[in-house]
């Protein structure tokens, strides 16, 4: 029997589900594994403590896979690409020494995700989670993308982001006598007790988790909290204006106030929008005001599905 595995390697957590022809057999879930901002190191645990699970859930050796793919942040540059093949090659070689993988597909965590939104139609993802990208395809094969060059200087919407601005958010609160739900509830989730110790954290180097501050600004927008309520219209906002421009890219020649919803859909995935309906709401509402009748799907995306279609494809 053949086997395949799919990979979904992302800043916070590391998914693998195995399969065979037509059904899934075993899942699996480890911490991140993005080289670029974890390390090889933590890259490589993460990966091997994976995809050994999921063969242990499913009773099977590495071994015995025969396609692999893996869809990763930062993967579409060569050098990343080739150190995430390597990682796995590894873990193959250790169970199996004289066996040799030569079907494993790297690719960068956009393209699984568009498989699994159209599979090789046309369309535009949009994917928030710890960090985020908009990347799409026409019916010509053409591609586009916008934003996603890194959580320093880009991604927009992400978790990193939400989770960077919502310090300055609060900073600037406090500078204008402004109270917000924020301060008291960061300072606790990174167990400090003044102001000062939060800037110092927030300013070191490497600099702090960030994104684990999202599900904090999520919770106090739910109490009602203007500042986190805007952090989260903001980034909704960022996300529909990336995926309205890769959209135009795309279909140029469509009037910007008139674009047919069936000429190129939009589809979601990521953490961000799973986990807030605000953000979804607000991305939605910019994309139709961009872009009137703009087929935007409102079921989430799991792109491991595309990463074990691709998998199977490679037989």
């Not at 800043?11 to 080289?35: F, H, P, W, Y």
């Not at 908009?134 to 060059?149: E, F, L, Q």
């Not at 601005?165 to 917000?180: C, F, K, P, V, Y």
């Not at 709401?281 to 990463?307: K, S, W």
């Amino acid at each position: 029997m053949a086997y395949y595995l799919g990979i979904d390697g992302g800043g916070t957590k590391t998914r693998c589900v195995l399969g065979d022809e037509t059904m899934v057999l075993a899942t699996a879930m480890s911490g991140g594994s993005n080289i670029v901002r974890l390390g090889e190191t933590q890259a490589k645990e993460a990966l091997h403590a994976a995809v050994r699970q999921v063969c242990v859930t499913a009773n099977i050796s590495p071994a015995q896979i025969s396609a692999i793919c893996i869809g990763a942040a930062g993967a579409a540059r060569p050098e990343i690409a080739a150190k995430t093949r390597t990682i796995l090659v590894e873990l193959i070689s250790e169970i199996a020494p004289e066996i040799t993988l030569t079907r494993i597909e790297v690719v960068g965590d956009m393209t699984i995700a568009l498989e699994a939104a159209f599979g090789a139609g046309p369309g535009v993802i949009a994917i928030a989670g710890t960090g985020s990208i908009v990347y799409g395809r026409d019916a010509a094969g053409r591609i586009a993308r916008a934003g996603g060059w890194g959580f320093a200087i880009s991604d927009e919407g992400s978790g990193h982001w939400i989770g960077r601005r919502a310090i300055s958010a609060l900073l600037g609160a406090h500078d204008q006598g402004l109270e917000t739900a924020l301060t008291a509830m960061i300072l606790q989730a990174w167990k400090l007790t003044t102001l000062g110790e939060l800037v110092q954290q927030a300013n070191s180097t490497p600099p702090p988790d960030f994104p684990r501050l999202f599900p904090i600004v999520l919770r106090a927008a739910d109490e009602g909290d203007p500042i986190a309520g805007d952090l989260l219209t903001d980034a909704g906002a960022k996300l529909g204006s990336l995926a309205a421009t890769v959209v135009r890219r795309l279909a140029p020649h469509a009037p910007s106030a008139a674009l047919p919803g069936s000429t190129l859909p939009v589809a979601m995935t990521g953490s961000v929008f799973r986990q807030s309906p605000h953000v979804r709401q607000v991305f939605y509402n910019t994309l139709q005001t961009a872009l009137p009748g703009l087929d935007v799907r409102q079921e989430i995306v799991d792109p491991i599905e595309g990463a074990l279609a691709r998998a199977r494809a490679a037989q």
